[in-house]
Structure formats: C-alpha cells, structure tokens
C-alpha cells in the first residue's frame, strides 16, 4: 500500500512538468495541426499506411499526454482520499 501511496504522490507531484512536456513535446510541430492529432486522426480513421516509425512517433508524442492524465487522476484520488 505504501508504494501505491508512494507512486500516487510522485505522479501528482510532478502535474506541472507534464503539462509543460503535453504542450510543447506532445504539441510539436504546432502547423498545420499539432503532429498528435493528425497521428490520432490516422489512427482513427484505420492506420492505413501506419509504418512502425508512425507508431513509434504516436508513441512519443502521446506519452506526455498519458503521464498528464494519470497525473491528474492521481491528484483526485488523494483528494478524495483526504
């Protein structure tokens, strides 16, 4: 319990960091369209063509955006907790 307790205060702690890497990592290049929402977009309309580099790319550029969201679940759960 205690190392859950341990990985929820290190993701909620860090909330600023993500949402730094979210806008600037998970944003770029910002023109046309932010690259994550066009892989997104790819993905969502079949992954026709996706190579493994595309994949590899969605990978990277999603990544902030997860830790963001875990990180932000996580400040709600201790919350709720308190």
């Not at 790819?42 to 595309?54: L, Q, S, T, Y």
């Amino acid at each position: 319990m205690d190392s859950k307790k341990g990985m929820l205060n290190k993701l909620a702690d860090n909330t600023l960091i993500f949402a730094l890497a979210s806008a600037t990592l998970g944003l770029a290049p910002f023109t046309p369209e932010p690259h994550v929402w066009g892989k997104i977009k790819w993905v969502m309309g079949g992954a026709n063509g996706m190579a493994g580099m595309d994949w590899f790319d969605l990978f990277l550029h999603g990544t902030p955006w997860i830790l963001l969201i875990a990180s932000l679940a996580a400040r709600l759960i201790i919350l709720v907790r308190k």
